[in-house]
T-cell receptor, first 113, second 111 residues
Framework: SQTIHQWPATLVQPVGSPLSLECTVEGTSNPNLYWYRQAAGRGLQLLFYSVGIGQISSEVPQNLSASRPQDRQFILSSKKLLLSDSGFYLC????????????FGSGTQLSVL | DAKTTQPNSMESNEEEPVHLPCNHSTISGTDYIHWYRQLPSQGPEYVIHGLTSNVNNRMASLAIAEDRKSSTLILHRATLRDAAVYYCILRDSGATNKLIFGTGTLLAVQP
């Protein structure tokens, strides 16, 4: 069966520090991968998605970047965090063309102080 | 991406049916109607989806209007564990299959 791993669960970082969040998927190949962010009390905002290795599409201009170095690995990064980067970050995967569902990880709660 | 409109919040009593409405008047012929729910401090969870016909699964039922401009998620017997934010989303069947979430409906279930 397929599983999605996301870590860390919580993270507290100072303003201006770098960020690296990692997401891996097991039990499937060539998944579509997604990064979402949810600010406190708000809905989910799609940040990035990827349909293959090295292929990244950005939905919202921002202080963050994403990379997909391997088929089942998706990384969210920042060189210098801003206060506004605080939020609940969620990774998700879907089965690509014809895929019907997205499966979400357990999320990372990021607090930038 | 076509948009959906949902009430901000709804209340239900435990063990009673719940009907969560969603309007999507700009839906296109290739858009699937998806429902996800999000419990506090968790990632969203798939509930159900459909295209034209009504759908049933172990979690819920989805009733789709004949003109597809609205739909209703039906929880047949609400439990306290059904308290969550419910999102109605239109999903294109294209290659990216990305989901664009709205603000959803916060469902409160009273004992």
């Amino acid at each position: 069966s397929q599983t999605i791993h996301q870590w860390p669960a919580t993270l507290v970082q100072p303003v201006g520090s770098p960020l690296s969040l990692e997401c891996t998927v097991e039990g499937t190949s060539n998944p579509n991968l997604y990064w979402y962010r949810q600010a406190a009390g708000r809905g989910l905002q799609l940040l990035f998605y990827s349909v293959g290795i090295g292929q990244i599409s950005s939905e919202v201009p921002q202080n963050l970047s994403a990379s997909r170095p391997q088929d089942r690995q998706f990384i969210l990064s920042s060189k210098k965090l801003l206060l506004s980067d605080s939020g609940f970050y969620l990774c998700a995967w879907g089965a690509g063309i014809g895929g019907e569902k997205l499966f979400f990880g357990s999320g990372t709660q990021l607090s930038v102080l | 991406d076509a948009k959906t409109t949902q009430p901000n919040s709804m209340e239900s009593n435990e063990e009673e049916p719940v009907h969560l409405p969603c309007n999507h008047s700009t839906i296109s012929g290739t858009d699937y109607i998806h429902w996800y729910r999000q419990l506090p401090s968790q990632g969203p969870e798939y509930v159900i989806h459909g295209l034209t016909s009504n759908v049933n699964n172990r979690m819920a039922s989805l009733a789709i209007a004949e003109d597809r401009k609205s739909s209703t998620l039906i929880l047949h017997r609400a439990t306290l564990r059904d308290a969550a934010v419910y999102y109605c989303i239109l999903r294109d069947s294209g290659a990216t299959n990305k989901l664009i979430f709205g603000t959803g409906t916060l469902l409160a279930v009273q004992p």
